[in-house]
T-cell receptor, first 113, second 118 residues
Framework: AQTVTQSQPEMSVQEAETVTLSCTYD???????LFWYKQPPSRQMILVIR????KQQNATENRFSVNFQKAAKSFSLKISDSQLGDAAMYFC??????????WGAGTKLIIKP | GAVVSQHPSRVICKSGTSVKIECRSL??????MFWYRQFPKQSLMLMAT?????????EQGVEKDKFLINHASLTLSTLTVTSAHPEDSSFYIC??????????????FGPGTRLTVT
C-alpha cells in the first residue's frame, strides 16, 4: 500500500524568505500524481500544485515549486518570497489508481512578520 | 473553476438524532465523490467513496450503517450520520472528481461541515 510521510510537523519562516516542506512517499506504481494542498484556518482545502510522475520537469506555480525526485520518492515544496497569507497547514498527497488520495500528516507553516 | 458546496457549514445536534450533510458540485458533473473526516490538527481520513448510481465503498473501520452515503445524481451526494453520538463530532469534508475534461485527475473540495453532537 502507498504511504505518504511528512516529517516536519511545523515549520516557520521569515516573511519574504524561502521555505521548503518535505514529503516522501512509497509506492510500487510507476505512473501516479502527487499534490500539495494548503488548508488555511478556514479549513478549505486549496490545491497548491500537482506533479505527474511521468513528467521529469518539476512543476511550478508562481512562487510555489516542487523538487520531484522519482527515484528517491521525494516530493518537496518550495515557497519563495513567503507571504503572511501562506500561513496554513500543508498536506502532501498521492493519488492512487482508484483516484483516492493518500495523505501525509501535514506541516504547519508559520510566517513570521 | 470547479466549485463544490457543502451544507450546512455547521450543525449542532443532540445525541441520538440523525443529521444529513449535502455535497454539491455546482458547475461540473461528479463521477465520484469522496467523504473525509478530519480530527483537530490531523490529516484527512477517507471514510468512503461514492459513485453516482451505485453503493458507496467504505473504508475499513467505517460503519456503513452509521454513515449512510447516497449519490443519487451527478451533482449531489449526501452523508447521513445516524444516531449521532458525541464521538461523531468532527469536521467532515467532501470532494468531487470531475467526470470529464482536463480536471479529471483532480479532486475539488467542499468547504467542510463542522458537526457537534451534544
Amino acid at each position: 500500500a502507498q504511504t505518504v510521510t511528512q516529517s516536519q510537523p511545523e515549520m516557520s519562516v521569515q516573511e519574504a524568505e524561502t521555505v521548503t516542506l518535505s514529503c516522501t512517499y512509497d509506492t510500487s506504481e510507476s505512473d501516479y500524481y502527487l499534490f500539495w494542498y494548503k488548508q488555511p484556518p478556514s479549513r478549505q482545502m486549496i490545491l497548491v500544485i500537482r506533479q505527474e510522475a511521468y513528467k521529469q520537469q518539476n512543476a511550478t506555480e508562481n512562487r510555489f515549486s516542487v523538487n520531484f525526485q522519482k527515484a528517491a520518492k521525494s516530493f518537496s515544496l518550495k515557497i519563495s518570497d513567503s507571504q503572511l497569507g501562506d500561513a496554513a497547514m500543508y498536506f502532501c498527497a498521492y493519488r492512487d489508481s482508484n483516484y483516492q488520495l493518500i495523505w501525509g500528516a501535514g506541516t504547519k507553516l508559520i510566517i513570521k512578520p | 473553476g470547479a466549485v463544490v458546496s457543502q451544507h450546512p457549514s455547521r450543525v449542532i445536534c443532540k445525541s441520538g438524532t440523525s443529521v444529513k450533510i449535502e455535497c454539491r458540485s455546482l458547475d461540473f458533473q461528479a463521477t465520484t465523490m469522496f467523504w473525509y473526516r478530519q480530527f483537530p490538527k490531523q490529516s484527512l481520513m477517507l471514510m468512503a467513496t461514492s459513485n453516482e448510481g451505485s453503493k458507496a465503498t467504505y473504508e475499513q473501520g467505517v460503519e456503513k450503517d452509521k454513515f449512510l452515503i447516497n449519490h443519487a445524481s451527478l451533482t449531489l451526494s449526501t452523508l447521513t450520520v445516524t444516531s449521532a453520538h458525541p464521538e461523531d463530532s468532527s469536521f467532515y469534508i467532501c470532494s468531487a472528481r470531475d467526470r470529464a475534461g482536463a480536471g479529471s485527475y483532480e479532486q475539488y473540495f467542499g468547504p467542510g461541515t463542522r458537526l457537534t453532537v451534544t
